[in-house]
């Protein structure tokens, strides 16, 4: 074909529509467990957190409507030692789970509802219970550790033989991405558990040995309205 046919050819053909590629940007919410600095204490058999808590307000940054779908979490922890066991050697593991729940019923469940916790104190044996698998999906599971040698918080006293290397507080950062959590909302606005008619996530976290944990989490997600 000539390029005169070419350029005639082109100036015939049908114009496509512009079609703008620019996506929303993501909201920020910004989570903490307690509002006066102190830390959560997770007792024998876990602790449940809702971290999908959008609340419905007129500022730019709040939930407008009645369904949001949460992509990124960001989660910045530390978790100490319980006090009343440092004077014993030991290695203590708390573990974590970002948990799904498709179909929330109005009130935060346990960690009892979502797993099968016949091994109570030990929480790596536990998974999602059998009746409830349709419901809860485990995103995320990461594990932290922190050790005592025995000798205490003090200086007076830090050589106990045998010992092991101590780790009496530890701070960790997660980062998940892709998580595709969708949120459909009823007409309330508080943005609690009873707000929600499908999709809340949670923060699950708990302590071998039935042993109490002094965790201090401060997190952030990435949503978007829709």
């Not at 102190?38 to 957190?49: F, L, P, R, S």
């Not at 808590?53 to 407008?64: F, I, K, L, M, V």
């Not at 929480?123 to 550790?145: A, E, G, L």
């Not at 106990?160 to 980062?175: I, M, R, T």
Request: charged share 20%; hydrophobic share 35%; aromatic share 12%.
């Amino acid at each position: 074909m000539s390029s005169e046919a070419e350029l005639a050819s082109a100036m015939n053909d049908v114009g496509r529509p512009v079609v703008s590629r620019n996506r929303p940007s993501l909201q920020v919410a910004q989570f903490t467990w307690t509002s006066n600095k102190a830390a959560v204490i997770i007792n024998q058999g876990g602790y449940v957190a809702l971290m999908t808590n959008y609340p419905h307000r007129t500022e730019e940054s709040r939930r407008h409507t009645n369904k949001t779908v949460t992509y990124k979490m960001d989660v910045r922890l530390f978790v100490q030692y319980p006090a009343a066991f440092l004077s014993c050697q030991f290695v203590l593991k708390c573990y974590w789970w970002v948990i799904y729940d498709r179909y929330p019923n109005g009130q935060l469940p346990t960690a009892s509802t979502i797993f099968d916790t016949f091994f109570q104190d030990f929480p790596n044996t536990w998974s999602i219970s059998r009746d409830v698998c349709h419901r809860f999906v485990v995103k995320h599971k990461w594990v932290t550790t922190v050790k005592s040698n025995g000798s205490g918080a003090t200086k007076t006293n830090q050589v106990k033989s045998p010992c092991v290397p101590y780790e009496l507080g530890v701070a960790q950062n997660k980062f998940f991405k892709k998580l595709g959590c969708a949120t459909e909302w009823k007409s309330t606005s508080s943005g609690d558990i009873g707000d929600i008619k499908s999709g809340a996530l949670y923060l699950v976290a708990a302590g071998d040995g039935g042993k109490d944990l002094a965790p201090y989490v401060n997190a952030r997600f990435g949503w978007k309205r829709h």
